[in-house]
C-alpha cells in the first residue's frame, strides 16, 4: 500500500517561514512525480508547486511564487516546501500527492491528476 505522509505544519506570524516535508512509502523502488497542494475552508484545492524530475526543476502555481520553493530527492521519494514570507491568505491544510508517472504540464494543477494523497498538514498564519 503506497502511503503519502506529511509533516511541518504549525502556526505562525505573518512573514515567517515553514517547512514542509513529505514522504511517499511502501513501495520504495518506484519513482513518483510528487507536488502540494492546499486547500481552505471553503474553497477549492489549490495547486501550491510540482518537481518534475525529468527536466529537473519545479513548477508553481501564482501563489507561490517568489515566496515557495519545492526540493526533493527522487530516488528517496521525498519532497519538501519550504515557505518564507507567509501571509493569512496562506492559511489553508496543505497535501502532499503523488502520481507513479509523468504528466504533461498542462496536467500538474489537476487534483484529479494525483493517485495518491497524504492527510494533509494544517498551516495557519495569524496577523
Known amino acids: 500500500q503506497v502511503q503519502v505522509i506529511e509533516s511541518g505544519g504549525g502556526l505562525v506570524q505573518t512573514g515567517d517561514s515553514l517547512r514542509l516535508t513529505c514522504r511517499v512509502s511502501?513501495?520504495?523502488?518506484?519513482?513518483?512525480?510528487m507536488a502540494w497542494f492546499r486547500q481552505a475552508p471553503g474553497r477549492d484545492r489549490e495547486f501550491v508547486a510540482y518537481?518534475?524530475?525529468?527536466?529537473?526543476?519545479?513548477y508553481y502555481g501564482d501563489s507561490a511564487k517568489g515566496r515557495f520553493a519545492m526540493s526533493g530527492d527522487n530516488a528517496k521519494n521525498t519532497v519538501a516546501l519550504q515557505m518564507n514570507s507567509l501571509e493569512p491568505e496562506d492559511t489553508a491544510v496543505y497535501y502532499c500527492?503523488?502520481?507513479?508517472?509523468?504528466?504533461?504540464?498542462?496536467?500538474?494543477?489537476?487534483?484529479?491528476?494525483?493517485?495518491?494523497w497524504g492527510q494533509g498538514t494544517q498551516v495557519t498564519v495569524s496577523s
Open positions: 518537481i518534475d524530475w525529468f527536466n529537473r526543476r519545479p
Open positions: 500527492a503523488a502520481r507513479p508517472r509523468r504528466i504533461v504540464l498542462s496536467g500538474i494543477r489537476a487534483p484529479e491528476n494525483y493517485n495518491y
Open positions: 511502501g513501495r520504495t523502488d518506484s519513482t513518483y512525480y
